[in-house]
């Protein structure tokens, strides 16, 4: 009788533990709202100077889109003294992670600094084994695998005519442990008992980014100028598209904050930035025009098998 109770118990757990499918579901609108984000992003640093000026301004716009949103739909805006303080500190290491990331960026090869910026959704994936006490299996393990090995193939390393040096060494160790930080304090926040503040973490750590990118882009423009070009992003059009991109960013915040708490990290954090590279690379060649190299195409191939893999289809 202990060993057919325990059986059961055993399965109850494992049961709890399996994501449901309405959170695949979210998962998928979420990752239509970041692809929606970046497509704008992709279509506005195109066709307009993309400068220090011009980075900070989408990122104020955007923010201040997404918390004004996420303020007047919210039901609550209820928050506790520790839900403001990690929503703050949330915010403000999103801003630091902007920055240090430009600047990876402007010194060094792109495609490395991609490539590192994508490998540290390592970090809140294996939070949850280190911290939370979630089980990791061998098959995940290897999805994870996988998904670096996609970061690494997917990217371009042809043409990168800035050379690595130890500064641009420092500034991508600093933007890959705050990028692996946000993950882990959206873990954190949903899995105490303020959970349910998420719109007022949310709305709080965007009002945190938006004063921290208008100030620094009106910095930008007095030190840099912004030129015709980049006055040409404060018409209507230029600011409408970042509006929507805003929007977007602000449901693929919300339903990211949720899903970090309700599915494995090990799952959620590899599956996610390894399905939006994807799909951002497919939007790239289908509506952009861009071509990729047949190792890019291994890349795409070994993401898909990763992300099946980190599903645990034997679970199911």
């Known amino acids: 009788m202990h060993t057919l109770r325990q059986d059961r118990r055993n399965r109850s757990v494992k ?14 609108i979420s990752l ?32 201040a889109v997404a918390a004004a949103g996420l303020a007047v739909y919210s039901g609550s805006l209820r928050a506790s003294g520790f839900t403001i303080l ?18 990876a960026i402007e010194t060094g090869p792109y495609s490395y600094t991609t490539v590192l910026g994508s490998l540290s959704m390592i970090i809140p994936a294996l939070s949850g084994a280190v911290l939370w006490d979630e089980k990791i299996s061998a098959v995940q393990i290897v999805g994870i695998v996988l998904m670096a090995a996609c970061f690494v193939l997917s990217a371009n390393f042809k043409g990168d005519e800035k050379k690595a040096t130890l500064r641009w060494l420092l500034y991508c160790l600093v933007s890959f ?26 709305v709080i750590a965007f009002a945190v980014s938006f004063v921290f990118s ?25 600011l409408a ?18 899903l970090s708490g309700a599915m494995d990290s090990a799952v959620f954090f590899p599956v996610f930035n390894g399905s939006i590279l994807m799909l951002v690379t497919l939007v790239a060649v289908v509506f952009f025009k861009e071509r990729l190299t047949g190792k890019q195409w291994i890349g795409m191939a070994v993401g898909a098998c990763a992300v099946i893999l980190l599903c645990d289809p034997v679970k199911f």
């Open 177 to 202: 442990f705050t990028t692996g930080a946000i993950g882990v304090m959206q873990k954190w926040h949903q899995n105490t008992g303020f959970k349910d503040e998420l719109d007022a973490f949310l």
């Open 241 to 258: 598209l970042m509006a929507v991109a805003g929007a977007g960013i602000a449901l693929c915040n919300k339903l990211n904050l949720y």
């Open 15 to 28: 049961e709890e533990r399996k994501p449901a499918m309405n959170q695949y579901l979210l998962l998928g």
């Open 32 to 63: 239509a709202g970041s692809l929606t984000g970046s497509v704008v992003k992709k279509t506005l640093s195109d066709r307009y100077r993309n400068g220090n000026f011009e980075r900070f301004l989408f990122s104020a716009v955007t923010s």
């Open 214 to 238: 208008i100030v620094t882009a009106l910095v930008c423009r007095k030190r840099d100028g912004a030129g015709a070009e980049g006055k040409k992003l404060t018409a209507p059009v230029p």
């Open 86 to 103: 990690l929503g703050a500190v949330f915010g403000l290491t999103t801003a630091i992670q902007s920055v240090f990331n430009m600047r």
